[in-house]
C-alpha cells in the first residue's frame, strides 16, 4: 500500500510563490511515476507536473517556465516549486502515483487548496 499526504497550499497574491509537498509513505519502492495534478470547479483535473523513478520530468503546458518539480533523494516526496502565480492557477492540487505492479491503478491523496487572489 502507498499513502500519499501533501502539503504547502494557502493564498497567496497574483505574482506571488508557494512550494507544495506530497510524501509518500508505505511500498514506496513500488512507485514507478508521481505527478502533480489539480482541478478547478467546473474543469476536469489536468496534469501538472510528473518526475519518473528514472528522473524524466514533464509539465503541463499552461505552466512551464513558472512551475518546477522536484524531489528528495530518497524518492519519496516531491516538491512542486510555483512562481509567477496567477489566478487562473487556483485549484485543488493533486499528488498522483502509479506503482510498477499495476501501473493503471491511479493512487491520490487528498489534495491541497492554492488559491491565488488579491
Known amino acids: 500500500q502507498v499513502h500519499l499526504v501533501e502539503s504547502g497550499g494557502g493564498l497567496v ?69 510555483m512562481n509567477n502565480l496567477k489566478p487562473e492557477d487556483t485549484a485543488v492540487y493533486y499528488c498522483n502515483a502509479r506503482r510498477y505492479s499495476n501501473p493503471n491503478d491511479d493512487l491520490w491523496g487528498r489534495g491541497t487548496q492554492v488559491t491565488v487572489s488579491s
Not at 495534478?37 to 467546473?42: D, E, K, T, W
Not at 518526475?51 to 518546477?68: A, W
Open 13 to 81: 497574491q497574483p505574482g506571488g510563490s508557494l512550494k507544495l509537498s506530497c510524501t509518500a509513505s508505505g511500498s514506496v519502492y513500488s512507485i514507478f511515476v508521481m505527478k502533480w495534478y489539480r482541478q478547478s470547479p467546473g474543469n476536469e483535473r489536468e496534469l501538472v507536473a510528473g518526475i519518473t523513478r528514472g528522473g524524466s520530468i514533464e509539465y503541463g503546458d499552461s505552466v512551464k517556465g513558472r512551475f518546477t518539480i522536484s524531489r528528495t533523494d530518497t524518492k519519496d516526496t516531491i516538491y512542486l516549486q
